[in-house]
């Protein structure tokens, strides 16, 4: 592999990267205030109703798309040319998807029996999570072409505007409808920016809807969709499940207050893999990309869920109150969730760029017993406790499963120079944390996260220099060139 060829690659990861970040960044922030304001404002039975229809529209939308998405990625970063084919074909069969959604969103509020003004939140709610479904189409398109900042551009105004309209009118005091109506609205002024910066800046693709040609689009998208659609069942069927067992009851509110902001963190590894997702596709060896890879992922998640884990109690009742405190239990935790599904992205993204899927299929499969039958089993004595031991249990599994079969796939030499670091840092700011517990929460978790990056950069320096000079390589400007 030429060095030269392998930095400037790794150059354009990261510059898309922090682009990408800085745009999920913002947009989880506000995404996350816009959540904690209707937490507080609408209760915890209203809340858990948002949170069921957001995670079931979710599940919906990802098990219908057939891969789609990963298609026009994939096939976007090897040729430009293959949209016109491509695009408005796959934005066709997804309205019909999301008409599909609201019908099947319907019919769970009738058998539920829910109230009109319940109804029409978890419906509107759901046309929402479609607009963001409709423009994740546009996001493939931005990956493929290596474009990271006009996704960062259009979650910003997604997330933002949704945030300033759906608070103010939570602080007003309006109800629980207008406020759904606001986030739909959100989403869509989000669809709309993604479709200029597309048509603008990036590519124009030709507007030819080709009814025949969708069966063979959706043979070939369908083993590209096994990673996402197991991912996204493993990663909330434990909501889902406690949406129907205890629909109406606070348990959903609380498990969704913790849950909300585990996904608040996981744009971080989204970030990374979408920006990796070009060279993945592109390159003939990626063995050592995915080690380097795994690392990068793994040492910039484990301190956030470490963090809160460590702090769940003070971080929910500074957040959603004390009314949440049934929450900080499954924070606990959830919080390894956010270093396991971290790496999980990172393996659905090399297998979906290999066109290997199927690696994927039979680790996931059997991730997912477990956690559909600890869910069935724990939720309805634990409620939301339950609902996270069995999330926790089912991401284990699959990742226990799934990531030696990856590394085995591409040539990886194995893990052993990969996890110890990370691990050992993120011992030191457990202890860290624990020898601290006296002072505040806010400066006990900045002292914790700081001692994690001193023992990480400390020990990669001494036991893997040559891990330590590539990212000084990747980071330090080609003077030379200019």
Same mark, same amino acid.
């Given at each position: 592999m030429?060095?030269?060829g392998t930095a400037?690659?790794?150059r354009?990861?990261?510059s ?6 800085a745009g999920?960044a913002?947009?989880?922030v506000a995404?996350?205030a816009?959540f904690?304001?209707?937490?507080r ?5 209203l809340?858990?109703d948002?949170?069921?229809a957001? /995670?079931?529209?979710?599940v919906f939308?990802?098990?219908a798309?057939l ?7 994939r096939e976007?970063?090897?040729d430009?040319?293959?949209?016109d084919?491509?695009m408005?074909?796959v934005?066709?069969i997804?309205?019909?998807?999301l ?11 009738v058998v539920?029996?829910?109230s009109l003004?319940?109804a ?5 709610v /759901?046309l929402?999570?479609g607009?963001?479904d409709?423009a994740?189409?546009?996001?493939a398109?931005?990956?493929g072409?290596?474009?990271q900042?006009y996704v960062a551009f259009t ?13 103010g009118?939570?602080l007003?005091g309006a109800?629980?409808v207008?406020i ?5 609205a959100?989403?869509?002024?989000g669809?709309a920016?993604a ?7 990036v ?10 040609a969708?069966?063979r689009?959706?043979r ?13 069942l493993?990663f909330r ?5 406690l949406g129907?067992?205890a629909a109406g009851?606070?348990e959903?509110?609380e ?5 909300r902001?585990i996904?608040a963190?996981?744009?971080v590894?989204a970030?990374?893999?979408?920006a990796?997702l070009a060279?993945f596709?592109?390159e003939?060896e990626i063995?050592?990309?995915f080690?380097m890879a ?7 998640t484990?301190?956030?869920?470490l963090?809160?884990?460590?702090f ?7 957040l959603?109150?004390?009314?949440y @405190?049934?929450a900080?239990?499954?924070l ?10 971290g ?9 979906v760029s290999r066109g290997?899927t199927?690696?994927?299929?039979l680790?996931?499969?059997?991730a997912?017993?477990?956690n ?5 089993v724990?939720i309805?004595a ?6 996270a031991?069995?999330a ?13 079969r ?9 893990f052993v ?7 050992a840092?993120?011992? &030191? ?6 020898a601290l517990s006296?002072?505040?929460w806010i ?6 996260v &700081?001692a ?5 950069l400390a020990?990669?320096?001494?036991? /893997?220099?040559? @891990? ?5 390589s ?5 003077v030379a060139?200019r």
């Amino acid at each position: 592999m030429d060095p030269d060829g392998t930095a400037s690659a790794s150059r354009r990861i990261a510059s898309g990267t922090l682009a990408r970040l800085a745009g999920e960044a913002v947009g989880k922030v506000a995404s996350l205030a816009f959540f904690i304001v209707i937490a507080r404002e609408l209760g915890e039975e209203l809340f858990g109703d948002f949170i069921f229809a957001l /995670s079931l529209s979710t599940v919906f939308l990802i098990v219908a798309g057939l891969g789609l998405q990963e298609l026009v990625g994939r096939e976007i970063a090897k040729d430009r040319r293959r949209a016109d084919e491509l695009m408005w074909n796959v934005i066709a069969i997804r309205v019909v998807m999301l008409i599909a959604m609201l019908v099947f969103m319907t019919g769970v509020v009738v058998v539920q029996g829910r109230s009109l003004e319940i109804a029409a939140v978890i419906l509107i709610v /759901s046309l929402g999570i479609g607009f963001e479904d409709q423009a994740g189409t546009l996001y493939a398109v931005f990956n493929g072409r290596e474009r990271q900042q006009y996704v960062a551009f259009t979650l910003i105004v997604n997330r933002v505007s949704t945030a300033l309209m759906g608070i103010g009118a939570a602080l007003a005091g309006a109800s629980a409808v207008t406020i759904a109506t606001l986030f739909a609205a959100g989403s869509a002024l989000g669809l709309a920016t993604a479709h200029w910066l597309m048509y603008r800046f990036v590519l124009r693709p030709r507007v030819s809807i080709r009814p025949r040609a969708w069966k063979r689009l959706l043979r070939a998208s369908a083993p590209l969709a096994v990673p996402g659609i197991l991912s996204t069942l493993l990663f909330r069927t434990s909501v889902v499940v406690l949406g129907f067992v205890a629909a109406g009851s606070a348990e959903v509110g609380e498990f969704g207050a913790a849950y909300r902001l585990i996904e608040a963190t996981l744009f971080v590894p989204a970030a990374f893999n979408a920006a990796a997702l070009a060279w993945f596709s592109r390159e003939a060896e990626i063995g050592r990309g995915f080690e380097m890879a795994i690392k990068t992922v793994l040492t910039l998640t484990l301190p956030i869920g470490l963090g809160l884990a460590l702090f769940a109690q003070p971080l929910i009742e500074a957040l959603y109150g004390a009314g949440y @405190d049934g929450a900080v239990t499954p924070l606990r935790l959830l919080g390894a969730m956010a270093a396991l599904w971290g790496v999980n992205t990172t393996v659905v993204t090399v297998l979906v760029s290999r066109g290997r899927t199927g690696v994927y299929t039979l680790p996931a499969l059997l991730a997912l017993a477990p956690n559909a039958v600890l869910a069935l089993v724990l939720i309805p004595a634990y409620g939301a406790d339950g609902a996270a031991i069995a999330a926790l249990a089912g991401a284990a599994v699959l990742l226990a499963l799934a990531l030696p079969r990856t590394a085995r796939l591409v040539g990886a030499g194995g893990f052993v120079r990969v996890l110890p670091a990370p691990l050992a840092a993120g011992a &030191a700011m457990a202890l860290c944390a624990a020898a601290l517990s006296g002072l505040p929460w806010i400066p006990a978790a900045i002292g914790s996260v &700081a001692a994690y990056a001193a023992a990480f950069l400390a020990i990669e320096r001494v036991f /893997s220099p040559g @891990d330590f000079a590539f990212y000084s390589s990747v980071a330090r400007p080609r003077v030379a060139r200019r």
